[in-house]
T-cell receptor, first 115, second 111 residues
């Protein structure tokens, strides 16, 4: 299995809803990432988990809450989002913090629309 | 603060043309530079470059790093409509776990 999967593919939510995005990989990678990508912009890093511990939080608002239940799974819990949070949310993984490669492998993303 | 700049911002060519995309960077303790292709959704990995002057090649795509000039180029020969995409360049610093992306080059290949 050489891919990163993300569910759902699309999500529409209201500003009072609570929802979660899910990311899964079975490549044995120990570093996992959440990115946010707005239209015509590059991905912006949100969170990094290394060996299931949160190692980087790029000053993301608390309405986004990451969780790494085990080495294969990464969740992003969403609550009280704003319309400007509408974007493509990408998950990525790589072998480890000091692996022999810096290559991150991206999932297909969840297209989020906040009404 | 790390900085990655890509040029041109966008490019329109015809099938069969050769294109060169540029990426320049300013980063403390540079370790590697990566190229990705992004069509509709996930960026897909193309190349990782760490050593200056060594060309990486995959089919019609090739890339080379120039550490003296703090830059890299991505060449695509005999372009096809399927090469239409945004090409992203990213750098990684030593003891780093993060990609710092450039703004991307949007390539459109017309039949």
């Amino acid at each position: 299995d050489t891919e990163v999967t993300q569910t759902p593919k699309h999500l529409v939510m209201g500003m009072t809803n609570k929802k979660s995005l899910k990311c899964e990989q079975h490549m044995g990678h120990r570093a996992m990432y959440w990115y946010k990508q707005k239209a015509k912009k590059p991905p912006e890093l949100m969170f990094v988990y290394s060996y299931e511990k949160l190692s980087i939080n790029e000053s993301v608002p608390s309405r986004f809450s990451p969780e790494c239940p085990n080495s294969s799974l990464l969740n992003l819990h969403l609550h009280a989002l704003q319309p400007e949070d509408s974007a493509l949310y990408l998950c990525a993984s790589k072998p480890g913090e000091r692996g022999d490669t810096d290559t991150q492998y991206f999932g297909p993303g969840t297209r989020l629309t906040v009404l | 603060e790390d900085k990655v700049v890509q040029s041109p911002l966008s490019l329109v060519v015809h099938e069969g043309d050769t294109v060169t995309l540029n990426c320049s960077y300013e980063v403390t303790n540079f370790r590697s530079l990566l190229w990705y292709k992004q069509e509709k959704k996930a960026p897909t990995f193309l190349f990782m470059l760490t050593s200056s002057g060594i060309e990486k090649k995959s089919g019609r795509l090739s890339s080379i790093l120039d550490k003296k000039e703090l830059s890299s180029i991505l060449n695509i020969t005999a372009t096809q409509t399927g090469d239409s995409a945004i090409y992203l360049c990213a750098v990684v610093r030593n003891a780093g776990n993060m990609l710092t992306f450039g703004g991307g080059t949007r390539l459109m290949v017309k039949p």
